[in-house]
């Protein structure tokens, strides 16, 4: 059983900052690629940012390069995103995702239950 929870989330006026975590647990024996994915309302899920298991290799959606910054922490199984400088349409529900390999040998990608986050005046 593998688990990710986000947290972090919430109400920002423009121009703010926010700090998604991510936190995996379960019967972890490594975790390869993390990210985030956004969907807005109407809207498709898009990438966001992801980043490899060293931490030397990160993506960004273009909309947000410049403003947002994905790290981790091996250690704590832990991905996270700092938003910079938000606009409103990055309003959106926040998943993280991890791609795992349990105990067991299977590696699937795994997905949080998502977190809101709202940019308004």
């Known amino acids: 059983q593998v688990r990710l929870v986000e947290s972090g989330g919430g109400l920002v006026q423009p121009g703010g900052s926010l700090r998604l975590s991510c936190v995996a647990s379960?019967?972890?024996?490594?975790?390869?690629?993390m990210g985030w994915y956004r969907q807005a309302p109407g809207k498709e899920r898009e990438l966001v940012a992801s980043?490899?298991?060293?931490?030397?290799?990160?993506n960004y959606a273009d909309s947000v390069k410049g403003r947002f910054t994905i790290s981790r922490d091996n250690a704590k199984n832990t991905v996270y995103l700092q938003m910079n400088n938000l606009e409103p349409e990055d309003t959106a529900v926040y998943s993280c995702?991890?791609?795992?390999?349990?105990?067991?040998?299977?590696?699937?990608?795994?997905w949080g239950q998502g977190t809101q986050v709202t940019v308004s005046s």
């Open positions: 379960g019967s972890i024996r490594s975790i390869n690629d």
């Open positions: 995702m991890a791609d795992i390999r349990i105990w067991a040998g299977t590696s699937s990608r795994y």
């Open positions: 980043i490899t298991r060293g931490g030397t290799t990160t």
